[in-house]
């Protein structure tokens, strides 16, 4: 059974960091892109970030680019997402997601495996 448990969330202030991790089980993934979305109250879930299987491609949303980065760590089959210069605009449940494919794409559709997500409220 694939299980895919996310850690790191919490409250912070706007400005801070925090950095989320997504632990996988079940199954390895070291040949699957690997991805982050969110979710605000009242709002569609959408794409955050996603990176390829060996880590050598990545994408993130506009809003995001330069404040996140996404990594892996296909020995741990942990994905993680560092999260700097948070704004309120952040706040959101944070889902780390798996691909069927190796290379990141960015529609919920093409996402197999989702975790049950971690809150990250970023106050003003």
């Known amino acids: 059974q694939v299980q895919l448990l996310e850690a790191g969330g919490g409250l912070v202030q706007a400005g801070g960091s925090l950095r989320l991790s997504c632990a996988a089980s079940g199954r390895t993934f070291s040949t699957c892109a690997m991805g982050w979305f969110r979710q605000a109250p009242g709002k569609e879930r959408e794409f955050v970030a996603a990176?390829?299987?060996?880590?050598?491609?990545?994408h993130y949303e506009d809003s995001v680019k330069g404040r996140f980065t996404i990594s892996r760590d296909n020995a741990k089959n942990t994905v993680y997402l560092q999260m700097n210069s948070l704004k309120p605009e952040d706040t959101a449940v944070y889902y780390c997601t798996v691909d069927t494919r190796p290379f990141p794409r960015r529609s919920r559709d093409d996402y197999a495996y989702w975790g049950q997500g971690t809150q990250v409220t970023v106050s003003s």
């Open positions: 990176i390829s299987w060996n880590g050598g491609i990545s």
